[in-house]
């Protein structure tokens, strides 16, 4: 069995640090391949700004850009080392893309996969440390997809272990997972994006109504989060509240007290349209009931 053990690190943007810094604490960092950043204090390892300048090929290349240049850096890796990538597994994080976007490396003989970690890599704290890398990382699924004709065990299980290696959970997705890759995507975008909106939303409320945030909404809040995950396994939706009751006066009083606050009313009107659509959905609210509260919130948009 092939181990990969030393990669480098295409990009330096949150995602490109965070391994690079896990990689570097574990000795498996060869070099960061950036042409915005020269150093950083966290990394021992090499920094140069072309992959040309690569002394000795890794066992693996980690292309963490945006989307859409992935392709674009993947003929630029092709065509600058060419026959240097045969047996080098090079990889993508994108967690829309399919590994096909890095079929230029595999002309020359280049082991290639889409490997995405299911995980926010958003930085509260603005330094990067390895103690937040590796909080980052531990036990995050990451999602892997393999071309057909190398889809045997000897690849996977390198790539397992590599994900183990640092602290995550490797996982083989399905091919309906692969044909519905963007949907698999949106719903990371709707466990981070979405309710980091909705926390955003809440903490601004708070504020509004003289309440210290800090105090009243970790509770809540975790409190939610168990008991969605719990009824979700059990087939159930754990919606509750004044539009699922159809309680068309509380929201109304709601809205009216929001008349001078513009973007907290709106906000607060179209998370309310989304979550009435899950109502409706789950059979939660009569019809009748629904119609009105819709009505409501979309006069509260406006």
């Not at 179209?270 to 006069?299: R, T, V």
Request: charged share 25%; net charge neutral.
């Amino acid at each position: 069995m092939n181990t990969i053990k030393n990669a480098a690190v295409l990009g330096y943007g949150n995602v490109g640090k965070i391994l690079s810094i896990t990689l570097d604490s574990l000795g498996m960092l060869s070099n960061v391949i950036s042409k915005s950043a020269s150093k950083d204090e966290n990394i021992k390892a090499e920094f140069i700004d072309d992959i040309n300048k690569i002394k000795v090929i890794p066992n693996a290349l980690i292309i963490s850009v945006l989307d859409r240049y992935i392709e674009e850096k993947a003929t630029e890796i092709a065509n600058k080392l060419g026959n240097k990538l045969k047996g080098v597994y090079v990889f993508h994080l994108s967690g829309t893309l399919k590994h096909n976007v890095l079929d230029k490396c595999r002309e020359y003989g280049a082991v290639t996969a889409s490997i995405h970690p299911f995980q926010t890599f958003f930085n509260p704290y603005g330094v990067n440390t390895l103690e937040f890398a590796k909080s980052t990382l531990n036990n995050t699924a990451w999602s892997i997809e393999l071309p057909q004709d190398i889809n045997n065990d000897e690849t996977k299980e390198t790539i397992s272990n590599f994900i183990k290696t640092i602290y995550g959970n490797p996982i083989y997705i399905s091919d309906k997972t692969i044909k519905n890759k963007s949907i698999y995507h949106a719903a990371a975008v709707a466990a981070s994006n979405y309710s980091a909106m909705v926390l955003n939303l809440s903490y601004k409320l708070a504020k509004a109504a003289d309440i210290q945030p800090e105090i009243y909404l970790p509770k809540i809040i975790n409190t939610s989060i168990n008991n969605n995950f719990t009824a979700l396994k059990n087939d159930k939706t754990a919606l509750t509240g004044p539009i699922v009751r159809g309680d068309y006066d509380i929201l109304k009083q709601h809205i009216d007290d929001l008349k001078d606050n513009k973007h907290l009313r709106k906000s607060y009107c179209y998370f309310g349209l989304a979550l009435l659509e899950m109502a409706k959905d789950e059979n939660l609210i009569e019809s009748s009931k629904s119609e009105q509260i819709e009505k409501l919130l979309k006069e509260g948009i406006k």
